[in-house]
C-alpha cells in the first residue's frame, strides 16, 4: 500500500467516524403521564466534550398538570436541589436561578413536547456519583436515574 493510499484511508476513517462520535454525544430519555423515564442509567462517552440531552415528553396531559423536566446534579445534591426547586416555582421550571449544584436542565414541558439542552461534561468527574430527576413537585422522587461519565 503507497503512502498517498494508506492516507487517503486514514482520512476517510476519520471521516466515517464523526456522525458516529457525535451521536454517541446525543443522548434521549422519554417520560410519561405515570411519572416514569424510559430509562434509569444514562451513560456518556469522556470522549464526548458536549453533550446534548433531549428529553420527549410522550403523555397526553398539559405541563401544568403533569410536567416534565430533567435535571442533573452531583446524586448528594438532588434532594436538596429538588426542595429548593418547588420554591422556586413553575415560571423557574422549578429550579432555583443560579443554583451552582445544577449541572443541567431542560424546561419543562407537556406532552407530546421534546426540549434539549447542550451541557459541556467538563462539569463532570469520573467515578463521581451523578443523578438526573423531574423537578416538578411531587416528581424527582420518582422520576430519577443515574447518569454515568464513561
Known amino acids: 500500500m503507497t503512502p498517498v493510499t494508506r492516507l487517503v484511508l486514514a482520512v476517510t476513517s476519520v ?9 454517541e454525544c ?3 430519555i422519554s417520560a ?3 411519572m416514569q423515564f424510559d430509562t434509569k442509567e444514562l451513560s456518556v462517552p469522556a470522549s464526548c466534550q458536549q453533550v446534548t440531552l433531549t ?3 410522550t403523555g397526553q396531559l398539559p405541563a401544568g398538570v403533569m410536567g416534565h423536566n430533567w435535571v442533573l446534579t452531583k446524586t448528594a445534591d438532588m434532594s436538596a436541589v429538588a426542595t ?4 422556586a416555582g413553575a415560571d ?5 436561578p443560579d443554583d451552582a449544584r445544577v449541572i443541567a436542565a431542560t424546561d419543562v414541558i407537556g406532552g407530546g413536547a421534546s426540549t434539549s439542552v447542550t451541557f ?3 462539569a463532570l468527574k469520573k467515578g463521581e456519583d451523578y443523578s438526573f430527576f423531574c ?5 424527582w422522587a420518582i422520576m430519577q436515574g443515574k447518569l454515568q461519565l464513561t
Open 55 to 57: 428529553l420527549k415528553h
Open 84 to 87: 429548593d426547586g418547588m420554591s
Open 135 to 139: 423537578s416538578f413537585p411531587g416528581h
Open 26 to 28: 446525543d443522548i434521549s
Open 92 to 96: 423557574n421550571a422549578f429550579i432555583k
Open 32 to 34: 410519561n403521564d405515570a
Open 15 to 23: 471521516f466515517w467516524a464523526l456522525p458516529a462520535l457525535a451521536d
Open 120 to 122: 459541556d461534561t467538563s
